[in-house]
């Protein structure tokens, strides 16, 4: 065979190879498309078949699209009075000087060189805040405290983008909440203020900020209030707070509460969490009317001029209520009362339990002390105590509160708190089972007992030489008996002493 015949032998080899190969792929297209058509075909029917699917009412829809137009009405009314409050606080520290000699990293500087110097440090802050009152051009922010505390420099900025140097007007830092101003030509709407008094768990609760800094700034999020009258928060606060499942994060703090109709009911606070500080559905907002007395002092004085009634409260536990015939109800002991004060002056004891205040009920002892901040001074009150199992009614004229007489120890009466000795506490004290006397669980730096030689852990059985076994009797000789001096019989160890008598 010549060249020319081996070369057609194979050209047609190839071509029938090719020719198969076409035939082959020919086949399986077929194949596929006769194997398709049939889904494609059932997919197409039942896209075209309403009635293979499910129908939503149309009632159901309506009203699931009125709740939805709802929630868009609210965002529309209350984001332009949102504010975004950015601060930056500044600390000078002195700082090693080092030369760069090895040695002065581990040891410091050398002798005869500069020790320190003294360098600038700035760290940033981010929370939020709602426009609330308007003079001309000046536009006041309410928010919290903490947002703005030690702040060198505050900026708001609008949801707009657009951003104005601001000012601390006031603050206040038992209530958390505080006042900024900033000045501008353009014009912002002015939150509408609610009634938290009227609010009711199960309420829609709508929660509006910058959470987790500018990224996710200006959010809105929705959920219920899950209970009102929570106390626990911030250390030194006196707020009863409203709790609160609509997701509140870091940067929220400032931002308003509000209900389905766009009215401010709450400044959010703080989160209860146990993940570093996401939230996990256990917010807390200030109720605005803990604040709206607070905005207008802040604007015209600057700070808030709480009133003051001179006692220390506390929360009776179960025993404790029931040793003093106070059991199921509510309400705020006063443990201790300041000498000279309101209080003393129009006639409450320590001992009596206080449960209303011009006729409004007390929730406990972070309540009371609200309730009571918010009397003007000079105003009068009437207060209903509970004493010796009977309830009577006190007219108090209150008086301004300041840092200096609030601390003022020295006239804190008796100036200690004392428990019962129940089974349960002789228990946990490895007392035995017939000790006898009450517990001195606190005595306060200062104040007469303290003075007269009590400590923490004296067990008192005598009062000005009369005995005393229980709360009951221990408070009514203290009110009957101690008008001109005070002195105490208590055990110590195994030891039975007698303290120095103190003179009023």
């Known amino acids: 065979m010549n060249l020319t015949q081996r070369l ?37 029917q039942a896209q075209e078949n309403p009635g293979s699917q499910a129908v939503i009412p149309e009632d159901a829809l309506a009203m699931a699209e009125g709740l939805q137009e709802a929630f868009r009405s609210v965002a529309d009314k209350v984001l332009p009075s949102v504010v975004e409050i950015k601060t930056v606080s500044v600390q000078r520290r002195q700082t090693p000087n080092f030369n760069g000699i090895p040695w002065e990293f581990f040891f410091g500087p050398q002798q005869g060189s500069p020790d320190t110097q003294e360098r600038e440090f700035r760290s940033q802050g981010l929370g939020s805040g709602i426009i609330v009152r308007q003079n001309k051009d000046v536009y006041y922010v309410l928010t919290n405290n903490h947002v703005v505390d030690g702040a060198n420099e505050i900026q708001v900025a609008t949801k707009e983008g657009k951003e104005y140097p601001a000012e601390l007007v006031g603050k206040d830092s038992r209530r958390d909440l505080a006042v900024v101003s900033f000045k501008t030509s353009d014009f912002f709407p002015l939150a509408v203020l609610g009634n938290s008094d009227d609010i009711r768990v199960g309420d829609w609760a709508i929660a509006m900020g910058n959470p987790l800094g500018e990224q996710f700034s200006f959010s809105v999020t929705m959920g219920i209030v899950s209970a009102v009258g929570r106390t626990g928060g911030p250390a030194g606060n006196i707020n009863d707070f409203i709790q609160t499942d609509a997701p509140i994060n870091q940067g929220n703090s400032g931002g308003p509460l509000v209900n389905i109709r766009g009215e401010v009911i709450g400044i959010n606070t703080w989160i209860a969490s146990n993940n570093g500080g996401g939230s996990v559905g256990l917010g807390f907002a200030i109720p605005i009317n803990n604040a709206k007395r607070s905005i207008d002092d802040f604007i015209r004085s600057g700070s808030v001029n709480d009133g003051w009634l001179g006692v220390s409260l506390i929360d009776a536990d179960r025993d404790m209520a029931q040793a003093l015939g106070v059991d199921g109800k509510r309400g705020a002991l006063a443990s201790q009362v300041f000498l000279g004060s309101p209080a003393d002056k129009g006639g409450i004891r320590p001992g009596d339990y206080i449960t209303h205040v011009d006729g409004k009920e007390v929730r406990g002892y972070t309540q009371l002390t609200q309730m009571v901040g918010d009397i003007r001074p000079g105003e009068r009150a009437i207060f209903t105590i509970i004493r010796d199992g009977a309830s009577k009614d006190i007219e108090v004229r209150i008086e301004a509160r300041t840092d200096d007489v609030a601390a003022d120890n020295k006239k804190l009466w008796p100036g200690l708190v004392v428990i019962s000795l129940t089974d349960a506490v002789r228990s946990s004290l490895q007392l035995d089972k017939n000790a006898q006397g009450l517990f001195v669980a606190n005595v306060v730096s200062e104040a007469p007992a303290a003075v007269i030689g009590l400590q923490r852990g004296d067990r008192i059985t005598a009062v000005n030489d009369t005995p005393v076994k229980d709360l009951a009797s221990f408070y009514k000789v203290l009110r009957e008996k101690t008008d001109k001096e005070l002195w105490f019989t208590f055990i110590r160890g195994d030891t039975t002493l007698e303290s120095l008598k103190f003179k009023r």
């Open 8 to 44: 057609s032998s194979k050209n047609f080899f190839i071509f029938n190879l090719v020719l198969i190969g076409v035939i082959f792929g020919f086949s399986l297209a077929f194949l596929s498309f006769s194997c398709s058509t049939p889904q494609s075909k059932n997919v197409a």
